[in-house]
């Protein structure tokens, strides 16, 4: 008998195959100058690397197992996230920063709105036009641009069990595109703004460990909370994640003995929030028994960085480039768009509501609303190359404060397959909740002046 028979090998076939591509544009980007030029992640090039060589029937990868693996990594992300320390930084803000913090919050739900009624008008225009899309085909380009290439499979792959064809891969490929806006519009726009004087730190030099990608000097990655002869610190951690993720899990099951069937299987598409919840309120429970110094920021920095180096390159290698072209008038229009109202929206109120550093704020937000965080953070660090702003913390923490009111519109964007809204009233709702936080914009305004 067949040793592969007995043992399967496909899911660490998959991850080592998927490890292979992230050497490949580790590597990539440590000699290419175009790829340092615009600071592209080896994983987003090996992603594309990945789904050139899956295409053209190299890469023996199962679809099915590449999707899964993605969307449980995309739930250990946001689990890691809610487990991370809080800083002394964080807990001392001024109140001009934290100020800066609600602003960066509104701002990430609004792009979120914006990109929501961009996806629903156009949606409503094609299919005038006899396209004959999904009602919620549109909306999957905030999944992708806002939320990211995990949250865009999660969701799709829910909405496949609620009737919409292909819709992991037309998530998938708006967030490839959006990772192109926030590459090579943003940096680009970044470069720009240095060159007007208008950052922190104009001119200022970037290390070449960040051009290329290599460190010279080896720099700590964290701090050993456990002894290792009980539990080494990195077991301990990853422990916790397991923790978080049984409970999520029986939270899951829970709400599908308790609500209707069609709104507990959305309910699974939204595991990374509930996780996110979940593990937030473990690291609060720590702070409140004195454990949370066993949590190491370092460590639990690491293993989100670990998640999401596999994350996007499992999720660019995961797209179907035939379901691409079957939709590409679509999807290219609705990217179009919403890449450059994004843009505009954000660099109209970034300068309007900020008083001190704008522009690096500006950036980060462009880069995390077309990208992911780790995009922002690569346009902040080109801005600010010493982190001198608040504009990096912003972007974590004005997550949470945008959070409520995503959650309320994630789960508006699903009235039309739950309710059976029509797509217009659906679109009209967001542009309601887009109206509120453009006033709630004036009255900052008001009190800045």
């Known amino acids: 008998m067949i040793v592969s028979s007995i043992f399967p090998f496909e899911t660490i076939l998959t991850l080592s195959i998927l490890g292979v591509l992230l050497l490949i544009g580790f590597i990539l980007r440590a000699k290419i100058v175009f790829l340092q030029k615009f600071f592209v992640p080896a994983c987003i090039t090996a992603g594309i690397i990945g789904l050139f060589l899956k295409e053209i029937g190299f890469l023996p990868i199962s679809k099915n197992i590449l999707e899964t693996l993605v969307y449980h990594i995309f739930n250990i992300t946001f689990i890691s996230l809610g487990l991370s320390p809080r800083t002394n930084r964080d807990s001392n803000r001024r109140k001009e920063e934290l100020r800066g913090i609600l602003i960066m919050g509104l701002l990430i739900a609004s792009v979120a709105a914006l990109q929501f009624i961009i996806g629903g008008l156009l949606t409503v225009l094609f299919n005038l036009f006899g396209y004959n899309l999904f009602p919620t085909f549109g909306f999957l380009v905030t999944m992708g641009f806002e939320e990211g290439p995990g949250q865009a499979l999660s969701i799709g792959k829910t909405w496949e069990n609620l009737g919409f064809v292909n819709a992991s891969t037309v998530g998938l490929s708006f967030a490839t595109i959006g990772f192109m806006f926030a590459i090579f519009l943003g940096v680009p726009l970044v470069s720009w703004m240095i060159y007007k004087g208008y950052t922190n730190s104009s001119g200022e030099k970037l290390p070449s460990s960040f051009i290329t990608g290599v460190l010279r000097e080896k720099e700590p990655a964290g701090f050993q909370t456990t002894h290792p002869s009980t539990l080494d610190s990195l077991t301990f951690h990853f422990s916790l994640i397991g923790l978080v993720y049984l409970l999520t899990y029986g939270f899951l099951r829970l709400l599908e003995k308790l609500l209707p069937s ?160 029509n797509l217009t009233i659906t679109t009209l709702s967001f542009i309601l909740i887009l109206g509120i936080i453009v006033m709630i914009f004036g009255l900052i305004s008001m009190k800045k002046k």
């Open 262 to 421: 069609d709104l507990a299987e959305m309910y699974w598409g939204f595991f990374f929030i509930w996780g996110l919840l979940i593990a937030y309120i473990l690291k609060v429970s720590l702070e409140k028994m004195k454990l949370d110094y066993m949590l190491d920021a370092g460590l639990q920095s690491r293993i989100t960085g670990w998640s999401v180096d596999i994350l996007v390159t499992g999720a660019i290698t995961a797209i179907s480039i035939q379901v691409v072209w079957m939709f590409i008038i679509p999807i290219a229009v609705i990217s179009i768009v919403s890449g450059v109202l994004t843009l505009l929206w954000i660099l109209y109120f970034g300068k309007k509501l900020w008083e001190r550093y704008k522009f690096e704020r500006i950036a980060g937000l462009y880069g995390m609303e077309t990208g992911t965080i780790a995009t922002g953070l690569i346009l902040v660090r080109i801005a600010d190359p010493r982190f001198d702003t608040p504009a990096a913390i912003d972007l974590a923490v004005g997550g949470i404060v945008a959070l409520p009111l995503m959650f309320l519109m994630m789960h508006l964007m699903n009235a039309p397959i739950l309710l059976g809204w």
